[in-house]
C-alpha cells in the first residue's frame, strides 16, 4: 500500500503546527489518511521536529523584532510569562524534565512549547534539541499506542469506571 504524497504533506504539517502538532497528527493520519501506524508515527515525528531547531535558534532574535511594536511585546510577555510558569519544575531536573515534558501528551506541553522553554532557560541546542527530540519519540509511541488502541482523551476521562 503506497501513502500518497500529498497526505504525507498534509500529516507533516499538521504535526508542524503549534496546535495539533504530532497529537493530531497521528490519529488524523491513522483515521483518516489510512496509514499504518508505523508510518504516522514516523512521518508525525518528522513533521513535529521541523519547527523546533527554528525556534531554538530564531526565537530570540525574532523576538527582539516583534518586541519593538508594543502589541506584539505584550503578547509574547504573556506568552513566556505562562510558559516560565510552567517550566518552573523543568528547571530543576534540566534536560531530563525538559524531555518528560515534551513527553507527556497533554495540550501545551509538545515540542513548540518545549523548544520555547528551552530558549527561556538558556539551555545550550545541542541538550535542548536532544531533550526535546526524546520527549516527542516518546509522545509519538503513546499516542501512536493509544490511537491504535482506540483510545481518545475524550473516552479515557468521560468514561465511567467499571
Same mark, same amino acid.
Given at each position: 500500500?503506497?501513502?500518497?504524497?500529498?497526505?504525507?504533506?498534509?500529516?507533516?504539517?499538521?504535526?508542524?503546527?503549534?496546535?495539533?502538532?504530532?497529537?493530531?497528527?497521528?490519529?488524523?493520519?491513522?483515521?483518516?489518511?489510512?496509514?499504518?501506524?508505523?508510518?504516522?508515527?514516523?512521518?508525525?515525528?518528522?513533521?513535529?521536529?521541523?519547527?523546533?531547531?527554528?525556534?531554538?535558534?530564531?526565537?530570540?532574535?525574532?523576538? =527582539?523584532?516583534?518586541? &519593538?511594536?508594543?502589541? /506584539? !511585546? %505584550?503578547?509574547?510577555?504573556? #506568552? +513566556?510569562?505562562? @510558559?516560565? =510558569?510552567?517550566?518552573? &519544575?523543568?528547571?530543576? /531536573? !534540566? %534536560?531530563?524534565?525538559?524531555? #518528560? +515534558?515534551?513527553? @507527556?501528551?497533554?495540550?501545551?506541553?509538545?515540542?513548540?512549547?518545549?523548544?520555547?522553554?528551552?530558549?527561556?532557560?538558556?539551555?545550550?541546542?545541542?541538550?535542548?534539541?536532544?531533550?526535546?527530540?526524546?520527549?516527542?519519540?516518546?509522545?509519538?509511541?503513546?499516542?501512536?499506542?493509544?490511537?491504535?488502541?482506540?483510545?481518545?482523551?475524550?473516552?479515557?476521562?468521560?468514561?465511567?469506571?467499571?
Amino acid at each position: 500500500m503506497g501513502l500518497d504524497f500529498w497526505d504525507i504533506l498534509k500529516v507533516i504539517g499538521y504535526a508542524a503546527f503549534p496546535i495539533s502538532e504530532l497529537r493530531g497528527a497521528i490519529p488524523i493520519a491513522i483515521i483518516v489518511h489510512d496509514f499504518p501506524w508505523y508510518s504516522a508515527y514516523i512521518v508525525a515525528v518528522i513533521g513535529n521536529l521541523l519547527p523546533v531547531p527554528l525556534i531554538l535558534l530564531f526565537l530570540n532574535f525574532a523576538t =527582539r523584532i516583534l518586541s &519593538k511594536a508594543r502589541l /506584539f !511585546e %505584550r503578547m509574547l510577555n504573556w #506568552l +513566556f510569562e505562562k @510558559i516560565r =510558569r510552567r517550566g518552573k &519544575k523543568i528547571e530543576r /531536573f !534540566e %534536560r531530563i524534565g525538559l524531555a #518528560l +515534558f515534551v513527553a @507527556i501528551p497533554l495540550p501545551v506541553t509538545g515540542a513548540w512549547t518545549g523548544s520555547i522553554l528551552a530558549v527561556l532557560m538558556g539551555m545550550k541546542f545541542k541538550y535542548a534539541f536532544i531533550s526535546i527530540l526524546i520527549g516527542v519519540l516518546i509522545a509519538g509511541v503513546i499516542v501512536t499506542c493509544a490511537t491504535v488502541l482506540g483510545w481518545s482523551v475524550a473516552d479515557i476521562f468521560t468514561k465511567p469506571v467499571e
